[in-house]
Every structure is written in structure tokens, then in C-alpha cells.
């Protein structure tokens, strides 16, 4: 699971860890914290011995049954810093034909729309196989991540909850 915001507060993060909360039988979250540590991407870096930040994400992927991303808007696309992260899976094993689904938390209007157009088009590079029905529209307004970090609306919960039931089925 990975936000896509490094952002302290941020809703995106507080997302993941509400579908943390709510994973299918059977399945564990592992949520990556490196985004914000990630070398930035360099072909000339891309090989042995990698940056131990990159072994890490790599191996995070592959050991995962699925992918899950939240991810906020900024300036009409994804951050930077996650398509920086998304960079270092392109041309690996790791995320191939991985069932991968998205929460938007910022789905107000056509708010966000701009940033989960890129995050296909990049994902499509890292040929992920993207779960329609894990790819789920739910506004999370801030009021609505709880003093604990997570968000404890029943709609949202429910959507999300839906969302890792789709995972979980595409990567049975
Ligand atoms: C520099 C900057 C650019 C932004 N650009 C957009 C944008 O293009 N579209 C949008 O809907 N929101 C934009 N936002 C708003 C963020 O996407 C919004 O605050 C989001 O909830 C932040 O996510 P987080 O709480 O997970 O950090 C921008 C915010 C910042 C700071």
C-alpha cells in the first residue's frame, strides 16, 4: 500500500491506514514509508549494488499480493515523488500483472482527476493490471481523519473495504 503524500497530516496517508485496518481474510497490509527516501531515479543507479531504498520498495512489491494507492493532486498529476517511486519499478518483474487499485480521497467535482490520469498511464508502463473495481472515487474531506490517523466513516470504510475485496478476488 502507498500514498502518494509525504505530507504529515495527510489524508491520503490517513486512507492507507484505514485499508489497513479493513483487509480481507487471509491477507496482511504492508504499507511502504520510503517514498520521501527514495534516490531520485537514475538509469546509472539501476543496477548492482542498488540503493537499499529501492531493494526495499522492489521487495515490498514482490512479496505483495496486490498494489493499493492513494494519492493526492498536485499541480495537475501525480507528486514527483511517487512518480519518482513508480520510475524505479519500470522495466522490473516486480509489478507485472500485479492486481493494483487506487482510492481517490480528493474525488470532489473533477478534482484529482488530472492526478489518477497519470498515475494509469505510469502504472500501464510498469504493466500493473489495474482492478476497475478497485479503483474507487470516495471524498474524504479532513474533518473526517480522526485524532488517531485513520477514518472511521462508515461510507468510506465500506468503500474501501470494497475496494480490497476486489484485490483480493483478482489476485486469488
Ligand atoms: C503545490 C500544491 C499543488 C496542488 N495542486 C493541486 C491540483 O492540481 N489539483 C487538486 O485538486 N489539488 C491540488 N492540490 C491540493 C492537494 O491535492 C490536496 O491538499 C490534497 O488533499 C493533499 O493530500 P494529502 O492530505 O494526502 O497530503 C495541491 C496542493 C499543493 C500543496
Known sequence: MISGSVRVGSVNSAVIATAAQLMPPGFTAVIHRGLGDLPHFN???DHDPLPPEVIELRRQIDEAAAMLFST??????????LKNLLEWTVGGVETTQKPTGWINPSAIGNRSAGTYTSLRT??????ARIVA??????PVPRALVEPDRVVHDAE????IAGALTA???ASG
Open 43 to 45: 538509469p546509472d543507479l
Open 72 to 81: 493526492p493532486e498536485y499541480a495537475g498529476a501525480m507528486p514527483g515523488a
Open 156 to 159: 468510506v470504510r465500506t468503500a
Open 167 to 169: 484485490l483480493a478476488a
Open 133 to 138: 473495481e478497485a479503483c474507487v472515487d470516495v
Open 122 to 127: 505510469v502504472l500501464e508502463y510498469t504493466d
